[in-house]
Structure formats: C-alpha cells, structure tokens
C-alpha cells in the first residue's frame, strides 16, 4: 500500500470531515492509504509545508488558503501543477466542470488548473437572530449604518462586549470590502492580472470605513477580534450577535450555537455607487508537491476524483458551508430544494454572483500575502487602539505592502 500524506489546517466540525474522507477513500479501495496530519491554522501548516519541502519531506497533499496561492504558484519546483498531474495519471479530469469563480483562483492565464480547489468559501455575516429581536431589531441589517444602529442596541440590550465583530480582520474590512465596493484593493486586477501590482487600498471610503470602526471600538459597539478565526467562538457562545466570517463556519455553528441563527450578505454602504458588487472567494485548495513518484501521483490523482464525486460534492457543500465545488454538485443541491430550506448554503453564492465580476472583484493574488497580511494588522490594530490616525495607518499598510511585493517580484522573477 502506498501513503498518501495530506496536511492540513481543519479544526472542529470541519477536522471531521478530512477524517472522513479520508476513512472513506481508504475504504473504497486498496492501493493507497491517505493520512491525515493537522499542522495548525493556515498560515502555520503553509510554512510547515515549505520547510518540510526543503528539507525533503513534504507531504504529498498541502490544503493553502487562498491568500498563499502567489506563494505557491512562486515555488517552482516545489509543486506539481494539478492539470499535468492529472494528464499523466490518465485520470479523466475536465476543469469546465467545475466552477468558474473558483477555478479562476487556481489557474494560470492560460486556464491551466495549478491547484484543486477544496475548500472554496466566502464571507457572510452570521446573525443571532433571538439576540437582534430581544435587542428590538426587526429586521438582519443590510447595510453598514444599519449595522452600526443594530450594534448598539445590542450593546444597550447587555452585549457589552461585542456589538459587532468579524474573524480573519484584514478579510472582512480590506479585502471582501474592496471587492463588495467595486474598489481595488490592488492595481492589475488585484494581482490576478500580474506580479507588478500596487496596493490602493487607502482610498477615502477605506479611511471613512476605518474612522468608524475606530470610533465604534472605543465603546465596543465594534470589538476586534483578532487576525484569523481563533475567536468564532464570540458568535457561538452568544457575546457577539452580529459576526462576520467565512460560509465555512456552517459546521461549527450547527454543532455549538444554541439558538436561532442565520446566515446574511455582507453589509455595504448604500451612497457608494453600484454596491454591493460581488465577493471573492476565500477557504483553501489543495497543491500536490513536488518530488513525489508516479505511483503516488497516481494515488493523489485517484484521490481528488473521489472527491469530486456530484454526490460527495454536494454532501460536503451542504454540511460544511463550503461551496459546491463542481457545477453538478450546485445543481443537484438547487434541484433537491435544499435551499429553500438551508439558506445560509445559498448566500456566499449569491455574494459571488451577485454581479458579473470587475477588474476589482475577480479576486486576489499577491506575493507575500501572508506576511502582508500580518502588517496590514499590525497598521489596522495600531489604529483601533488609537495610536495612529485611520489615515496613517492604511498608508502605512499600503507602502509597507508595496515594498513586500516588489521584493516578491525579485523572487519570482
Ligand atoms: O475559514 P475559511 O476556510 O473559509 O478561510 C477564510 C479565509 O479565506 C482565509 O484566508
């Protein structure tokens, strides 16, 4: 039997379902055994995954969130591309039946599948609705001022702590932001169209979102928290009622929120013109490394048509929240009436279509966008704390960024 190693990021309800794919593939068959490894949040199983590849014992299998797709498409050598793979193996592989949205994300200019697509979310706003209606909200806010209003009743109501809050910060308040606006985030079609690409993302309607933030944080109408998802919890234990985070997060909030839930579009700003346009996707895909030999890419290559099964598909799609990841998938959970009885399955569907996508809202890829990410933060969090004009900080954020693509682009050249 040959190991197939696969490495990846899932916690709670989401951990489950990698367990049981994996049992279950091992079960269908006898020539490969996938193992499974969690090697903690997204960013650390990414640099887990590129040490183990210098050093030469990667994994055969790295789920990288979507922010670590230029990282990986920069690491030549390091991975083999999925549409090779595939042909090589002889697996019967056809990329138009999968979805657009997502497959853009993975492939070169030329529609060449790099990575298969897993994981694919987006950002909603997830709503306790008992909290909103004891709160005297009648209605799911849909735009920003509506949330604000929301929040501090909440707060008046006894939230104390949290009006409103979002996980993966620099996601929901930068990056799906600009996308929902129709503004860059970064020139070149935020990056998708080139390495040379420039931050924008210090326009004034960037600054104004951030002022308010920064106002509604001194009272916690608006509370932060944090970098990445580690504070779900705050929707599930009841302290925030309104929060944003990934679709992905169905799952765990099925397993733990006790009480009555739903899922909304992400809020927008009603005098910005053509708002909202449409999301972006975020989650994760799965890169096969470098290296490996052809029985295990045949194995690897065996294992990702078994997970594009329609059925498998649109049974992951409907328990995690993740998006259906083949267009087969989508239609037989749309025939079946699942969404008129599931609709928080259905939102980050219709964010990503909502609009025919812009050059701002095709979606992301930037070199060093995990470290990025980190500076954006930092800038974001020395403004919520008060220590640097809204301003100052995203101007930072913006030139301390650029410097971290050109030195990308020296990399990859
Ligand atoms: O929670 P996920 O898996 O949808 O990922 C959220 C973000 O896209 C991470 O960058």
Not at 101 to 116: D, Q, R, V
Not at 351 to 378: A, C, F, H, I, Y
Request: charge should be neutral; proline fraction near 4%.
């Amino acid at each position: 039997q040959t190991e197939i190693q696969w490495w990846h990021a899932m916690t709670g309800a989401n951990n489950d379902v990698i367990n049981r794919l994996a049992d279950e593939f091992n079960a269908s068959q006898k020539d490969y055994k996938v193992v499974v490894s969690y090697k903690g949040q997204y960013a650390d199983t990414l640099n887990a995954g590129i040490a183990a590849f210098r050093a030469n014992n990667a994994p055969h299998i790295l789920q990288v969130f979507e922010v670590g797709t230029a990282t990986m498409m920069g690491a030549k050598g390091a991975v083999k591309p999925v549409y090779q793979m595939m042909a090589e193996t002889g697996q019967a592989f056809d990329p138009k039946a999968y979805l657009p949205t997502i497959t853009g994300y993975y492939s070169t200019a030329k529609g060449e599948m790099l990575s298969f697509p897993f994981n694919s979310s987006s950002m909603v706003m997830w709503v306790n609705r008992d909290e909103l209606k004891k709160a005297g909200v009648a209605e799911i806010p849909k735009t920003w001022p509506e949330v604000f209003a929301a929040a501090k009743k909440l707060k008046a109501a006894g939230h104390e702590t949290c009006g409103f809050s979002s996980a993966w910060t620099t996601w929901a308040m930068l990056e799906q932001f600009s996308a929902w606006h129709n503004l860059p985030l970064a020139t070149k079609a935020n990056g998708l169209d080139g390495f040379d690409t420039e931050l924008k993302f210090n326009s004034p309607v960037h600054v104004k979102h951030l002022q308010t933030l920064v106002e509604l944080q001194k009272d916690k109408t608006y509370d932060y928290s944090g970098r990445a998802s580690a504070s779900e919890g705050r929707f599930t234990s009841g302290e925030c009622a309104i929060f944003m985070n990934s679709s992905g997060f169905l799952g765990n909030v099925k397993a733990n929120a006790k009480f009555d839930w739903a899922a909304a579009p992400m809020p927008y700003y009603p005098d910005i013109a053509g708002a909202p346009q449409n999301s972006i996707i975020g989650g994760a895909s799965l890169w096969v490394m470098g290296g490996k030999s052809a029985d295990e890419y045949k194995g690897v290559a065996k294992f990702f048509t078994f997970l594009s099964d329609t059925d498998r598909q649109a049974k992951l799609h409907q328990e995690s929240g993740y998006l259906p990841i083949t267009k087969a998938a989508y239609e037989k959970t749309k025939a079946s009436g699942f969404y008129e009885k599931n609709p928080a399955n259905q939102v980050p569907l219709i964010e990503l279509t909502n609009k025919e996508p812009t050059e701002n809202s095709r979606g992301l890829r930037l070199g060093n966008m995990v470290q990025m990410r980190d500076v954006w933060s930092e800038e974001l969090e020395a403004a919520l704390a008060g220590l640097k004009s809204p301003q100052a900080a995203l101007d930072a954020a913006v030139e301390r960024g650029n410097q971290m693509l050109r030195q990308f682009e020296r990399t990859v050249r």
